[in-house]
């Protein structure tokens, strides 16, 4: 049973129930942030609660709604709820889905763990449907562009087109897991074996953002990016790239295991105190979103309305909560 709460509800009341064309120049240096900042974060609402959910994941989301796989009722049953609160359902039972994408062309696009094939199913539910049979590698993580589904695997990166439904491998991990994905309007970066990747649009060789070797190394495993920078999480902090200089800044310490950005600020879980929090992508002060306990936030998403996430219910291990806030200013 899918137990939902409209997005106006407080969540006081439930608390308890993915470029440089070349290596990294420069050094990781001083955190740029400082100390946790007192108050809500300018211009974000408190967080609510949309749902009570069993077992989930995947989080993704469109223009308007979340959509999560779940075993509810099946194994990898596909559910949704929109962004500003509703009930929540089960659009497409028994998907299977182990990577999720949430797309603007009206479709879901996923795959499962068992075949390296990539399947679609209409947004507003329905069945799924073959997309491309065979593309060719299992899709550990990905994402949906304007033109491409793009789909990070154990060696590297595939590009679907979606138009002529044609994969092509564009990129190399050295036979490392995908971790974490995501793309600007130029380039896919992804992360696997400790470094962070990229790649042109238009395909060419794999670029070393981030490498895990050196003076002071790190292991990126996480990735997040605007039209300006790119963040990548590794095990001691959250740096920030420079993509057309290459240079790199430690933007905060500590291990996180959820990040995001939007509106200028880098959303993140703390993966030690379970603290819901932001820092500011030119740097200063991190302000906490919402406390937690360790290991409490999980799938974390942005997107122009707000920010999602999955909470663990205290005292369950199978049940959480979906949560958000919402941007109080425009996209």
């Known amino acids: 049973m899918l137990v939902v709460m409209s997005a106006r509800q407080s969540g006081t009341a439930m608390a308890m129930g993915s470029l440089l064309l070349g290596t990294v120049v ?51 049953d596909l559910a949704s709820v929109s962004q500003r609160g509703g009930p929540a359902s089960v659009i497409a039972p028994a998907t299977g889905f182990h990577t999720l994408m949430g797309s603007a062309d009206g479709w879901i696009y996923g795959t499962d763990s068992t075949t390296t094939t990539l399947w679609r199913l209409p947004a507003a539910g329905g069945e799924k449907q073959v997309f491309v049979e065979q593309v060719g590698w299992w899709c550990e993580v990905g994402a949906v562009t304007a033109g491409a589904v793009w789909c990070g695997f154990g060696v590297g990166l595939a590009r679907i087109d979606l138009g002529t439904r044609a994969p092509v491998r564009v990129g190399s991990s050295g036979g490392y897991n995908a971790q974490s994905l995501a793309v600007d309007r130029d380039h896919t970066y ?20 981030l490498g895990n070797k050196g003076a002071g190394p790190t292991w990126a495993n996480l990735v997040a ?11 001691q902090s959250i740096v920030r790239i420079d993509p057309l200089t290459g240079r790199a800044a ?19 879980a703390d993966a030690v105190t379970g603290d819901l929090g932001a820092t500011p992508e030119q740097g200063g002060p991190d302000v906490v979103v919402e406390r937690g306990e360790a290991g409490q936030v999980r799938e974390l998403v942005a997107t122009d309305l707000g920010l999602f996430w999955f909470g663990q219910l205290p005292l369950y291990t199978d049940r959480g909560l979906l949560r958000g806030a919402y941007f109080t200013f425009p996209p």
């Not at 974060?41 to 979340?66: F, I, M, Q, R």
């Not at 990016?225 to 095990?235: E, I, K």
């Open 250 to 268: 430690t933007l905060r310490a500590g291990l996180v295991t959820a990040l995001a950005v939007r509106h200028g600020m880098v959303f993140w």
């Open 26 to 76: 420069g050094c990781v240096g001083m955190p740029l942030g400082g100390a946790d900042g007192a108050g809500p974060l300018p211009g974000l609402t408190a967080p609510v609660t949309l749902a009570e959910v069993k077992a989930s994941w995947n989080l993704t989301a469109d223009a308007s709604n979340l959509y999560w796989t779940t075993d509810e009722t099946h194994y990898g």
């Open 225 to 235: 990016a605007d039209d300006r920078w790119v963040f990548a999480a590794t095990g």
């Open 190 to 209: 992804w992360t696997a074996g400790g470094e962070l990747l990229a790649v042109d649009h238009r395909g060419g060789p794999t670029r070393v953002l």
